[in-house]
């Protein structure tokens, strides 16, 4: 499969031949701050995502099967603070999930 790469501001980020979105990509915020970063597959998120807050705190981490959240997942508040964890399959929740407060007390599971 060929790939172009296309440079603009600090991003390098894969198309495939369809022009969907395919290999490795990072984004950023227009204050410089990473916004995400991870693989497509023929334009679908697909493997280990990570996110952040315009802050440069973590968002969310976890990983996508053919563009769907698929197993353990974190959420985090702007101010670094775990926000609620739990597993999906296929996209949906599944199983036990914790949600907390964003002092990092736990609200409820």
Not at 16 to 39: F, T, V
Not at 66 to 88: D, M, P, Q, R
Request: net charge negative; glycine share 14%; aromatic share 24%.
């Amino acid at each position: 499969m060929n790939t172009s790469e296309i440079r603009k501001e600090n991003l390098i980020n894969l198309y495939n031949d369809k022009g969907e979105r395919h290999g490795y990509w990072e984004i950023y915020w227009s204050n410089g701050q990473l916004m995400y970063k991870g693989n497509y597959v023929n334009g679908e998120k697909h493997g280990y995502w990570e996110s952040y807050w315009s802050n440069g705190q973590l968002w969310y981490k976890g990983n996508y099967v053919n563009g769907n959240e698929h197993g353990y997942w974190e959420y985090y508040w702007g101010n670094g603070e775990l926000s609620y964890k739990g597993n999906y399959v296929n996209g949906q929740r599944h199983g036990y999930w914790e949600v907390y407060w964003d002092n990092g007390q736990l609200m409820f599971k």
